[in-house]
């Protein structure tokens, strides 16, 4: 079962652990990542001036089951998700549409969606807009979102997302599949 995380607590075990210790740490989160991407994650957070407790609670490196549908950091509120994507370079086109595609995947559960992609060569952060375009914008558009937000916890997180909802199939979605409704994320 995925647990959620504290990022200073990943980043500071990750740095101040010995491997084998780390590695039991990444195991009781259930969650595997590589070196590079921590260290991404925490340039991320260096450049968020927000008090420590609002780093709490991200699910890091969670795949919605039977899907692979992987998802960098995730927090879920009672009023928003809000999302991160970490990359090392810029692609914007790629990196818009895997903003779209995790809309897609978390507006199944009824909630507004923040959806942010962190580029840690350039520094910079982006985000999908309502209009899904993608834009550069400021730490502080996101530290608003992160204070702002009321946490939800849940005991499970797979039990959110219903795979049968995003496995479609000839034979049991004819309607979906012959408008192709699915064919625009893929």
């Keep these: 079962m995925r647990k959620p995380i504290d990022l200073n607590s990943l980043i500071s075990s990750y740095k101040d652990l010995p491997t084998e210790n780390f590695n039991f740490f990444q195991n009781f989160f259930s969650f595997s990542m590589r070196d590079d991407e921590i260290d991404q994650i925490a ?32 927090r879920f509120g009672k009023d928003y998700i809000i999302n991160v994507e970490i990359k090392t370079k810029l692609n914007e086109e790629k990196a818009r549409m895997q903003l779209v595609k995790n809309k897609y995947y978390l507006s199944s559960l009824g909630k507004k969606t923040k959806l942010f992609t962190y580029v840690a060569e350039e520094n910079s952060l982006y985000l999908l807009d309502d209009d899904e375009l993608f834009q550069p ?14 946490l939800e916890h ?33």
């Design 154 to 186: 849940h005991t499970n997180i797979d039990d959110l997302f219903d795979p049968s909802e995003f496995l479609l199939s000839p034979f049991n979605d004819c309607d979906r599949f012959i408008s192709g409704s699915y064919s625009s994320l893929y």
């Design 137 to 150: 914008t400021d730490f502080s558009t996101f530290e608003l979102l992160l204070v702002s937000q009321k």
């Design 43 to 74: 340039s991320f957070t260096d450049n968020i001036s927000v008090e420590s407790k609002y780093l709490g609670y991200f699910y890091v490196g969670y795949k919605i089951p039977q899907i692979d549908k992987e998802f960098d950091l995730l």
